[in-house]
């Protein structure tokens, strides 16, 4: 088949790369891409939110697949006008996509559907952002009800900065919505969806917070591994049974069925299995990581989905290898991101073994050399036989890349390679078995 690939991302390089390893896929095209894309398939430069300007891109390619990355085109509706072409199309509707562009509208499907999630009150001014704020309490969650490239949400103890966020979204015609604040480890699961049929790909868990330790404003996110074997056993199972099969179900029923993927970010709480947010697509960086470990030919399943055929997809292959992506992000990511600066070194990582570069905010400049061209510049891919290993390539790789300005955690898995990340249930029998011995240490200690 011959596919396009709509969007300018790391996640889209990523699917460019697994849709070239697939067998039945002997032509890619993207619009528009990125420098490390261009480098890869011929790339086109069109407005990707343009529904018609897209349209007529699939017709001049004559391509049998369209998939569409990022939130902005499907919510701008550039799925539906495809669709109404005549395309399949990788990728929900307009309407279907409003799980992503409005949360409030998100919280009413889970309702509907019965969907475990945080308590939330919507909020259009500041005396009513004042009073959710008041019944939740502190830590305090708010989250701007539009798309905001992930980066719409403050998580904080102070009630001024969580006020000041939630007017700045007011400002400029938003509203916001407040939620209690969910305990535990958060883990990504990407769910195919057909309309009626899901698929699960494999947990992965990302870093929003741009400095080490979780410090810092949120981002698009600046790292990513998977898998993830702290995780209870029959967690996916869980979730396709009580969030992602509900869900569908639900969209089917409201007439706006979900064709595409259904990222469900998840928090493992003292209370069990909670819903924090979905998005109608695949989630960068988790994408980075998750697809280098597929080894399922990926054209085949985007066009099982788009088709109606997820029912006839054969139980999932993947590496048995660990694969951690880590993010460079340029100078003054993510307030006012600096542009225009030379890259080095990329050619180096790319030469480690088990390691590969996912091109994201790049460009070429007019003597044709790499250059920074958005806030998140690039991602780092290391695979190895366990985290340890995985992250010691993704390291040495980025290590070897030289950018003006730029910053990435030093932290990336590194909990979870020390094997130190705890569930709430964990972390509460580990402080009364503390709690519990501290009497007789002291006797010891007397």
């Not at 790369?17 to 039945?24: F, I, Q, S, T, V």
């Not at 992602?244 to 179900?249: E, V």
């Not at 985007?302 to 993010?327: C, F, N, S, Y």
């Amino acid at each position: 088949m011959k596919v396009l690939v709509i969007g300018p991302g790391g996640r889209e390089h990523a699917i460019v790369r697994g849709l070239l390893a697939d067998p039945y896929v002997h032509e890619v095209h993207a619009a528009p891409g990125n420098a490390g894309i261009a480098a890869l398939v011929p790339t086109h430069q069109l407005n990707a939110s343009d529904p018609e300007a897209v349209t007529a891109l699939a017709n001049k390619l004559e391509v049998d697949l369209v998939v569409v990355g990022p939130e902005a085109p499907l919510v701008a509706g550039v799925s539906d006008r495809l669709r109404e072409a005549g395309f399949a199309v990788f990728g929900p509707s307009k309407a279907a996509a409003a799980l992503e562009g409005s949360k409030a509208f998100a919280k009413q499907v889970m309702a509907g559907a019965g969907v475990p999630t945080a308590m939330a009150k919507v909020a259009a001014n500041a005396e009513e952002a004042a009073e959710a704020l008041d019944t939740f309490g502190a830590p305090y969650v708010v989250k701007d009800d539009g798309l905001a490239a992930g980066k719409g949400v403050v998580v904080t103890s102070d009630r001024g900065e969580a006020l000041a966020h939630a007017q700045s979204c007011f400002d400029v015609g938003g509203e916001v919505v407040i939620e209690e604040f969910l305990d535990g480890p958060e883990v990504s699961l990407f769910v195919l969806s057909d309309g009626s049929n899901v698929v699960p790909l494999a947990p992965a868990q990302d870093f929003k917070r741009i400095y080490d330790g979780d410090e810092g404003p949120n981002t698009g996110g600046m790292g990513a591994y998977s898998p993830l074997d702290w995780v209870p056993a029959g967690l996916v199972d869980e979730v396709i049974s009580r969030v992602a099969q509900p869900t569908i179900d639900e969209m089917a029923h409201r007439g706006t069925p979900f064709v595409g993927v259904l990222y469900c970010g998840l928090a493992l709480t003292s209370r069990g299995l909670r819903v924090i947010e979905f998005n109608a697509r695949f989630g960068d960086p988790e994408t980075q990581a998750v697809l280098a470990r597929l080894r399922t030919p990926l054209g085949g399943l985007l066009m099982a989905a788009a088709k109606g055929q997820l029912d006839t997809v054969e139980t999932l292959r993947w590496a048995p290898e660990t694969a951690v992506a880590v993010v460079l992000a340029s100078a003054n990511y993510p307030d006012s991101p600096r542009t225009g600066d030379r890259i080095r070194g990329v050619k180096k990582a790319n030469a480690l073994d088990g390691v590969h570069v996912l091109h994201a905010g790049t460009a070429t400049d007019d003597e044709q050399k790499l250059i920074s061209a958005g806030g998140r510049v690039l991602a780092v891919v290391g695979l190895g036989e366990d985290l340890v290993e995985a992250r010691e390539r993704a390291y040495d790789g980025i290590g070897l890349i030289q950018l003006d300005g730029g910053q990435y955690r030093r932290d990336i898995a590194a909990k979870a390679a020390r094997g130190t990340v705890l569930l709430p249930s964990q972390d509460k029998a580990n402080q009364d078995k503390a709690s519990q011995g501290a009497p007789q240490e002291q006797e010891q200690a007397k």
